[in-house]
């Protein structure tokens, strides 16, 4: 049922939450004709792409809408997970950005940028509503919006707070994405390299390894090929990271950037170069492109750990860059993480937000769980038994008791 709200102006908004499949089937048109008027928006907005995840993950996602009349005006995709709270002594909702069911590298509101600020107050009125502890939303672009969307907090009933967040112990900021705008030719964007040195490794190492035919770049399509140079990407990058990260944490995100990859294959967003000599893979690099931003998001980097090598990163960025170049794409996008070689290439800071939200412990106008999220408690209660935690099992009973029994009676 949809909730109305009138601004300022006296102008209805229409709200809806959105949580089950086929509604979501229904909004495919409408939505992509939004895709089409925010000028804001990227692939991980996407119906395509957030359709994957969601299909994916049924029961752990929800589309708040906004509407004027019949026309869609604004839309946050969020997921939500089940937290036990060792202080209430009973399971929460949390909620995060939609687009981390597939740990897409961006998240944030898809607007009409004719109605930007009213859409975004709206939307956050409807959030504070819906049953839930703790939301956070990081690499919301643009992170004007997450701004404006903590602005409609009222500060009595929740702490809200912009956070930062730095990986490699502090060295990395990781809300830092460096962008290189692309000009019209691959020698234009050459001579506009910042380093002369740079410049001038790229042109010898591609005379030398790429044009002498000693190694080459080849982008895989589809079927085998794909899944043989993603096995490659993954492989290197762990023999890199296993030992930093560990082994099963490593594999987890290896993981991760696997789904990614897959999902963009999907659509046919995928672009992955691999350095070759001979038979031997010594680098490839994991995309995803987006045509309608034209922008190409860097996401992954592996490269043989064993080769005395130098040249490998820059040969395979250089010549993905200019593949974007030559497709008519006009941004490389390195994504997360300010480490100092992505400017190296001419890209130049962008920050994303990263906004946090907790439900003051004074407010009790609103659930902190979300009855749709007891199957997942009910999971999370069978570990508690097995596990040998009969008084924290023994309290999530009886909460999931209480609210079968206030959704039976209600």
């Known amino acids: 049922m949809k909730d109305d709200i009138h601004t300022l102006t006296q102008t209805r908004i229409e709200l809806d939450v959105i949580r089950d499949w086929a509604e979501f089937e229904v909004l495919e048109a409408p939505w992509k004709a939004l895709e089409r008027r925010d000028p804001m928006g990227s692939v ?33 995709p969020l997921k939500t ?7 209430q002594n009973a399971f929460e909702t949390e909620i995060e950005a939609g687009g981390r069911l597939i740990w897409s590298e961006y998240t944030g509101i898809l607007c009409d940028p004719a109605a930007e600020d009213e859409v975004i107050a709206a939307l956050a009125r409807r959030v504070q509503a819906l049953p839930w502890a703790r939301l956070s939303l990081r690499y919301v672009d643009p992170p004007a919006r997450a701004d404006a969307f903590l602005t409609a907090f009222p500060d009595r009933r929740f702490s809200v707070r912009r956070r930062d967040y730095r990986i490699n112990g502090g060295k990395t900021d990781n809300l ?24 001038q490794k790229i042109r010898r190492f591609t005379r030398r390894y790429l044009d002498s035919g000693e190694m080459r770049i080849e982008t895989a399509g589809t079927g085998d090929d ?59 690099l994991g995309h995803v492109v987006d045509p309608r931003a034209g922008r190409m998001n860097f996401i992954v980097a592996g490269r043989d750990l064993a080769a005395d090598a130098p040249h490998i990163g820059l040969l395979l960025h250089a010549g993905s860059i200019r593949w974007a170049i030559e497709n008519g794409y ?59 935690q009969g008084d924290r099992a023994a309290a999530a009973c009886r909460q999931l008791a209480s609210v079968v029994a206030r959704a039976t009676t209600g």
């Not at 030719?185 to 002369?196: M, N, R």
């Open 330 to 388: 006009r941004t490389y996008d390195f994504c997360h993480g300010d480490e100092a070689y992505k400017f190296s290439y001419g890209a130049e800071p962008h920050r994303v937000g990263y906004i946090a939200l907790r439900r003051r412990s004074a407010d009790r106008s609103t659930p902190r769980f979300d009855r749709l999220n007891t199957a997942e408690a009910l999971h999370r209660t069978q570990a508690m038994i097995e596990a040998g």
């Open 176 to 199: 830092v994405c460096p962008r290189a705008a692309l000009p019209d030719s691959y020698d234009a964007w050459l001579e506009g390299l910042p380093s002369k040195n740079t410049r």
């Open 44 to 76: 991980f907005l996407s119906w395509e792409w957030l359709a994957q995840a969601f299909r994916a993950h049924p029961g752990r996602w929800l589309v708040v809408v906004a509407y004027r009349g019949d026309r869609l005006l604004g839309l946050l």
């Open 81 to 87: 997970r089940v937290h036990w709270s060792s202080s």
């Open 226 to 284: 794909t899944a043989r140079d993603l096995d490659h990407l993954l492989r290197l990058w762990l023999e890199k990271w296993a030992g930093p990260k560990g082994q099963g944490a490593a594999e987890r995100v290896a993981a991760n950037y696997r789904e990614v990859l897959v999902a963009a294959q999907q659509l046919g967003l995928l672009h992955l170069p691999v350095l070759w000599q001979g038979n031997r893979p010594l680098g490839a």
